[in-house]
């Protein structure tokens, strides 16, 4: 629960990408990109670059279904930071940082 009595569900996971940090950032913020790596059939109704905060887009996941999310940070190469409303109450935050690890990029 969170201080608004608000029920909370928080994952943490980490995961290496061989390929260096820049590419990989790029990855997060392409929305071509954004797509497969989401599992989304696209991203449309881009509002502007989404490495700057401010920036919304719309998620195309299956039939109606479409949320809207919007970039709340981003500091290029190191930090994406975007959430959403999924409907019925429900929200959504993706943080994810990236650090140069051994030949690639460590995303938590």
Do not use: C
């Amino acid at each position: 629960m969170n201080d608004n009595g608000d029920q909370v569900l928080r994952v943490r996971f980490s995961q290496f990408v061989r390929a260096p940090i820049q590419r990989v950032y790029a990855a997060y913020v392409t929305p071509a990109l954004m797509a497969k790596w989401m599992g989304l059939r696209a991203i449309t109704d881009v509002s502007g670059p989404l490495d700057r905060p401010g920036a919304t887009f719309v998620g195309v996941v299956f039939g109606p279904y479409r949320p809207r999310s919007e970039v709340l940070a981003a500091e290029p190469p190191v930090l994406h930071d975007m959430g959403g409303s999924a409907g019925l109450g429900m929200g959504w935050r993706w943080t994810a940082r990236f650090a140069v690890k051994d030949e690639g990029t460590e995303i938590t």
